[in-house]
């Protein structure tokens, strides 16, 4: 207020509940690893909150989010483009992945071409030194046990079973594991490390396997969404592959489902550890999103 800048609160508590935590909920059940944050964004960040502002009469030309990402128009194609942000540390480009063009064209990211001590650094030196050194929180739920989302009987236990069968314990309900773990699996007898590698959620059972298991070399990845390009590419495109948030991203090449409009088959040049169903893959040149679709399946 005393800086002049009318505060309003548009209220989607309940259209979140559906939205991305009744989503988490579905996909974890379905033996999926769900990415809620790439959800929100499309959904309820970018979507829904600007509709109710706009029904609400509160007119604006830009739409201005802390993100780490950048945004530029391409002269050429006349669409608009996502980049990742400058300081490869905070780069969030990944969680907008999923966003249409008519969502990126009032969007305007001004921390995208800063480094996170530059925005602390100003920050401090406007007066808001508390807010600088507030630790960081990057959950989409207030608490750290996911399993408050889920109703009495959902996280059913059930086996740990190796990739031949053989049962070697016992787990707390799916939702409690992701691709790739090695930690608190509880068979700590069973020789050289395992990891999960697989959720099945019509046996109830967690798959767990050696490290060479989780290789994939290649994914397949539906409801995609083309950012800077019109639609999937018609001949194989080389890429870097993002498969999760903290993923480097890996060399690879997309190719064209001929048969499914939004899907595409994503070949790694070196198989990827951890591929999951249901994570966001995001694909670049340079700096450059290109577009990002669900893991739907993962190849060996």
């Known amino acids: 207020a005393a800086r002049g800048i009318e505060h309003r609160v548009v209220g989607l508590a309940g259209e979140y509940r559906e939205t991305v935590l009744e989503y988490f ?47 530029a128009d391409d002269a050429v194609s006349g669409r608009r483009l996502l980049q990742r942000g400058l300081d490869p540390a905070k780069d969030q480009s990944y969680f907008l992945a999923m966003l249409r063009q008519e969502q990126l064209r009032p969007l305007a990211l001004p921390l995208g071409r800063l480094r996170k001590s530059e925005v602390k650094a100003l920050a401090r030196a406007a007066g808001f030194a508390a807010l600088a050194e507030r630790p960081e929180s990057q959950d989409f739920i207030e608490c750290e046990d996911y399993g408050v989302l889920f109703r009495p009987g959902e996280l059913r236990p059930g086996d740990i ?22 930690k608190g699996l509880g068979i700590g007898g069973a020789g050289e490390p395992h990891y999960v590698v697989g959720l099945d959620a019509e046996r109830n059972r967690v798959i767990v396997g050696r490290r060479e298991s989780l290789r994939r070399r290649a994914l397949r990845a539906t409801g995609c969404n083309w950012v800077a390009l019109p639609a999937a590419p018609d001949a194989p495109m080389p890429c870097v592959a993002r498969i999760r ?37 995001v694909f670049y040149r340079g700096d450059i999103v290109l577009g990002a679709g669900a893991i739907a399946q993962a190849f060996a």
């Open 245 to 281: 948030f903290r993923h480097a991203g890996a060399p690879a090449t997309i190719v064209r489902d001929p048969e499914t409009p939004d899907a595409v088959r994503v070949e790694f040049d070196e198989p990827q550890l951890s591929v999951a169903p249901g994570q966001t893959a």
């Open 161 to 182: 079973a190796d990739e031949s069968g053989r049962v070697l314990g016992r787990h707390e309900g799916l939702a409690r594991y992701t691709i790739g773990q090695r």
């Open 25 to 71: 909920r579905q996909e974890y059940l379905a033996g999926r690893t769900p990415n809620p944050c790439v959800r929100c964004n499309r959904a309820m960040k970018f979507g829904l909150l600007l509709d109710r502002a706009r029904a609400a009469g509160i007119a604006f030309d830009y739409f201005a989010t802390g993100h780490y990402a950048r945004v």
